[in-house]
T-cell receptor, first 110, second 117 residues
Framework: QQQVKQSPQSLIVQKGGISIINCAYE??????FPWYQQFPGKGPALLIA?????SEKKEGRFTISFNKSAKQFSLHIMDSQPGDSATYFC?????????FGTGTSLTVIP | EAGVAQSPRYKIIEKRQSVAFWCNPISGHATLYWYQQILGQGPKLLIQFQNNGVVDDSQLPKDRFSAERLKGVDSTLKIQPAKLEDSAVYLCASHYRPSGRPYNEQFFGPGTRLTVL
């Protein structure tokens, strides 16, 4: 059973464009929603995270939008750069248990 | 602050052989996780430790996989005997809840890429 559903599986964006990755969850007990960035040969690294009591969190070019009623959250990467090319995973957590999406491979074309 | 350390980084074995992976979490992190990441998929939890006790091993194939965390610090994950479908990256992560921060943080090691021939 997939606790967190992520789409799209892959994404190609022009440099300077906006990348949008979407995730959905079912369990309302989740209380923490992180996004991880993973480069080839590396482990996932925390990029940005949000709690369900806020609807948006922005850190630099990265923004999480959170819709509690729809049980959906998304990552927006503004002004996408070739260096952003990586795999992105959303996750949902309750306590110290984490559930991951299936990942989105982002390619930013120069 | 040193990150999560894992070794080896790469391992190639033949099916039916055994293999062991080692993880040293960030100092002071009580929770340690082992994940299996098959190419093109998200990390799948194999086992979770809190100090030296097992919290969740419901997805660990116990007929071939075992893990231990003696003394509540570093951990080893073993596969015996290995199957072709065990080819994956094995990630170790550790977790803590920073004081004064509203949420939890999980830190991953670089992973061990296992190829079973």
């Amino acid at each position: 059973q997939q606790q967190v559903k992520q789409s799209p599986q892959s994404l190609i964006v022009q440099k300077g464009g906006i990348s949008i990755i979407n995730c959905a969850y079912e369990n309302t007990a989740f209380d923490y929603f992180p996004w991880y960035q993973q480069f080839p040969g590396k482990g996932p690294a925390l990029l940005i995270a949000i709690r369900p009591d806020v609807s948006e969190k922005k850190e630099g070019r990265f923004t999480i939008s959170f819709n509690k009623s729809a049980k959906q959250f998304s990552l927006h990467i503004m002004d996408s750069q070739p260096g952003d090319s990586a795999t992105y995973f959303c996750a949902a957590s309750m306590g110290n248990q984490f559930y991951f999406g299936t990942g989105t491979s982002l390619t930013v074309i120069p | 602050e040193a990150g999560v350390a894992q070794s080896p980084r790469y391992k190639i074995i033949e099916k039916r052989q055994s293999v062991a992976f080692w993880c040293n979490p960030i100092s002071g992190h009580a929770t340690l996780y082992w994940y299996q990441q098959i190419l093109g998929q998200g990390p799948k939890l194999l086992i979770q430790f809190q100090n030296n006790g097992v919290v969740d091993d419901s997805q660990l194939p116990k007929d071939r996989f075992s893990a231990e965390r003696l003394k509540g610090v570093d951990s080893t994950l073993k596969i015996q005997p290995a199957k072709l479908e065990d080819s994956a990256v094995y990630l170790c992560a550790s977790h803590y809840r920073p004081s004064g921060r509203p949420y939890n943080e999980q830190f991953f090691g670089p992973g061990t890429r296992l190829t079973v021939l």
